[in-house]
């Protein structure tokens, strides 16, 4: 069975770091496309960053250069780091494990619960 | 402003039948890219409801169904029931954005 358990929201200010945590059981990450989705409260879903074999990455416009997306294998974890954060980036965070559509493109088949992170002083 | 243009709010009566529409453009569903829909109920994750413009995942019942033409795609659901009352959100890809959600539709059971 497939789970996805995330881990490592907060309460942290803005500029500040934190790292997401998803640990996976089930299937092996590496051998996946993993992505993060955010939900800000209130608003609709927001893709922001996939990973596959843990080599490819790929950010939205709003996250490139102070997001990091990587997977560790002996842990079979997903991670995100985030920095430089803003009071934007205040939302829920998903992980989920993507499968391939045409194109190459993904869309998200299995979904964790959340994590929440919020960026406030 | 969501790249792709869902309604904000859709109603109706249970056993009637609704459809969500999504609107996008020549570069995400009228450049071919599928098409895949999401049910979220408040305070849960999002949940795989159709992929690939017209597929089932095992378990989604059959009163829910997909389908897509030009720069648009819909969502139809059928026998509406209380159950159903949820958002729903539309999820593409787009040649210049990279993955794009629609804003999402509240649908309310009457």
């Known amino acids: 069975e497939v789970q996805l358990v995330e881990s490592g929201g907060g309460l942290v200010q803005p500029g500040g770091s934190l790292r997401l945590s998803c640990a996976a059981s089930g299937f092996t990450v590496s051998s996946n496309y993993m992505s993060w989705v955010r939900q800000a409260p209130g608003k609709g879903l927001e893709w922001v960053s996939t990973i596959y074999a843990g080599v490819r990455t790929y950010y939205a416009d709003s996250v490139t250069g102070r997001f990091t997306i990587s997977g560790d294998n002996s842990k079979n974890t997903l991670y995100l780091q985030m920095n430089s954060l803003r009071a934007d980036d205040t939302a829920a965070y998903y992980c989920?494990?993507?499968?391939?559509?045409?194109?190459?493109?993904?869309?998200?088949?299995?979904w964790g619960l959340g994590t929440l992170v919020t960026v406030s002083s | 402003q969501s790249v792709l243009t869902q309604p904000p709010s859709l109603s109706g009566a249970p056993g009637q039948r609704v459809t969500i529409s999504c609107t996008g453009s020549?570069?995400?569903?009228?450049?071919?890219?599928?098409v895949h829909w999401y049910q979220q109920f408040p305070g849960t994750a999002p949940k795989l409801l159709i992929f690939g413009n017209t597929n089932r995942p095992s378990g989604v019942p059959d009163r829910f169904s997909g389908s897509k033409s030009g720069t648009s795609a819909s969502l139809a659901i059928t026998g509406l029931q209380a159950e159903d009352e949820a958002d729903y959100y539309c999820q593409s890809y787009d040649s210049t954005l990279s993955v794009v959600f629609g804003g999402g539709t509240k649908l309310t059971v009457l």
């Open positions: 020549s570069s995400n569903i009228g450049a071919g890219y599928d």
């Open positions: 989920a494990r993507d499968a391939l559509a045409a194109a190459g493109t993904v869309y998200f088949e299995y």
